[in-house]
T-cell receptor
Framework: DGGITQSPKYLFRKEGQNVTLSCEQN?????MYWYRQDPGQGLRLIYY???????QKGDIAEGYSVSREKKESFPLTVTSAQKNPTAFYLC???????????FGSGTRLTVV | DQQVKQNSPSLSVQEGRISILNCDYT??????FLWYKKYPAEGPTFLIS?????DKNEDGRFTVFLNKSAKHLSLHIVPSQPGDSAVYFC?????????????FGTGTRLTIIP
């Protein structure tokens, strides 16, 4: 079955450490997105990529980095520069906006 | 600066009645609007969408209305069912082809009372 997979589901990080969240899709979608969900703030866009080897900053890109070396993969690195990394992270992909986004099941990151 | 706003954080509706979820936006460049449904610890799932050139789109129990002059859209669910209990996000699209992105509202938690 086609879909979008995020791993791990839960992730714990010590302060000062970088951590990478995985996002893989087998839907043959060109566009991929990373969102962060915090209570009372909805989904906020971190980074997005419309094509391989190209990506753009979203509204809250500071402290994050991404790569898009393959169409299927869009990993997100949460760096030590991100001051409030504890959140629920959602990856999405799209075949074009009229089809909406397909979301992964999310990764909950907790800084300990 | 919240460009897409859902001013009701929560809503409770009796089973069988109509649920109306509201969304307001400020950016005139938005040209496409979508509603997503989200259960806890899961990713949102697409529900229904509407182009800015239309004022209504219907899909089964779900209808979305768009009032461009008021920059307001609403999602109607009728009749409401217990499985509709979830958080609903409205989202708005902007950008040219190849540079599109969605901006999401803060969500409304809908609870259907049996």
């Amino acid at each position: 079955d086609g879909g979008i997979t995020q791993s791990p589901k839960y992730l714990f990080r010590k302060e000062g450490q970088n951590v990478t969240l995985s996002c893989e899709q087998n839907l043959n979608h060109d566009a991929m997105y990373w969102y962060r969900q915090d209570p009372g703030q909805g989904l906020r866009l971190i980074y997005y990529s419309q094509i391989v080897n190209d990506f753009q900053k979203g509204d809250i890109a500071e402290g994050y980095s991404v790569s898009r070396e393959k169409k299927e993969s869009f990993p997100l690195t949460v760096t030590s520069a991100q001051k409030n990394p504890t959140a629920f992270y959602l990856c999405a992909s799209s075949a074009g906006m009229n089809y909406g986004y397909t979301f992964g099941s999310g990764t909950r990151l907790t800084v300990v | 600066d919240q460009q897409v706003k859902q001013n009701s954080p929560s809503l409770s509706v009796q089973e069988g009645r109509i649920s109306i979820l509201n969304c307001d936006y400020t950016n005139s460049m938005f040209d496409y609007f979508l509603w997503y449904k989200k259960y806890p610890a899961e990713g949102p799932t697409f529900l229904i969408s509407i182009s800015s050139i239309k004022d209504k789109n219907e899909d089964g129990r779900f209808t979305v209305f768009l009032n461009k002059s008021a920059k307001h859209l609403s999602l109607h669910i009728v009749p409401s069912q217990p499985g509709d209990s979830a958080v609903y996000f409205c989202a708005a699209r902007e950008g040219d082809f190849g540079n599109e992105k969605l901006t999401f509202g803060t969500g409304t938690r809908l609870t259907i009372i049996p």
